[in-house]
Antibody, heavy 116, light 107 residues
């Protein structure tokens, strides 16, 4: 069964850090690029970051560049999102998705709340 | 960055209606466009990729067209399960961007 499962969300104070994980199963993870996409409460989708299958290319939204880092461990079929210097506007459900250009498979999301 | 603008922001329609949603890019994105459907509390679901290719398992009443800067998603005959929010996404260049969404509601 093809699936992605996100974890690591929670409540954090402004300026804090959090690391999200996305575990993949049911497909050849090492062959696929991976994305993070977020959705603030009541808002639309915002693309956050992308990493190629071999980590040779990483890209970020302007809103998170310099604060967030995407990485992956193909031996563990997992992609990560390290989030530092968190702001209240980073509060959202964070989804991971597979694919290079489009997100074919999505996880159910993990919720990040940045609040004092 | 490429801006994606959807219209309308919301639309009311009835079961059996034909509905068209438009997405405009701020610059030429060739056919690097996808459409997603999202239901409340759920992850998005890929419907159309490369502007007009139907994702496996998606009903044939969904279709996409366009190239360059103007794109459309058409649902030929609305079914009850189609009432949801729809997003376009450009994949021509990073940073990828989504449209603001179109909420399809029951009339």
């Amino acid at each position: 069964q093809v699936q992605l499962v996100e974890s690591g969300g929670g409540v954090v104070q402004p300026g804090g850090s959090l690391r999200l994980s996305c575990a993949a199963s049911g497909f050849t993870f090492s062959s696929f690029g991976m994305h993070w996409v977020r959705q603030a409460p009541g808002k639309g989708l915002e693309w956050v970051a992308f990493i190629r299958s071999d980590e040779s290319n990483k890209n970020y939204a302007d809103s998170v560049k310099g604060r967030f880092t995407i990485s992956r461990d193909n031996s563990k079929n997992t992609v990560y999102l390290q989030m530092n210097s968190l702001r209240t506007e980073d509060t959202a459900v964070y989804y991971c998705g597979n694919g290079i250009y489009y997100m074919d498979i999505w996880g159910k999301g993990t919720t990040v709340t940045v609040s004092s | 960055d490429i801006q994606m603008t959807q219209s309308p922001s919301s639309v009311s329609a009835s079961v059996g209606d034909r509905v068209t949603i438009t997405c405009r890019a701020s610059q030429d994105i060739r056919v690097w466009l996808a459409w997603y459907q999202q239901k409340p509390g759920k992850a998005p679901n890929l419907l159309i990729y490369a502007a007009s290719s139907l994702q496996s398992g998606v009903p044939s009443r969904f279709s996409g067209s366009g190239s360059g800067t103007d794109f459309t998603l058409t649902i030929s005959s609305l079914q009850p399960e189609d009432f949801a929010t729809y997003y376009c996404q450009q994949a021509n260049s990073f940073p990828y961007t989504f449209g603001q969404g179109t909420k399809l509601e029951i009339k």
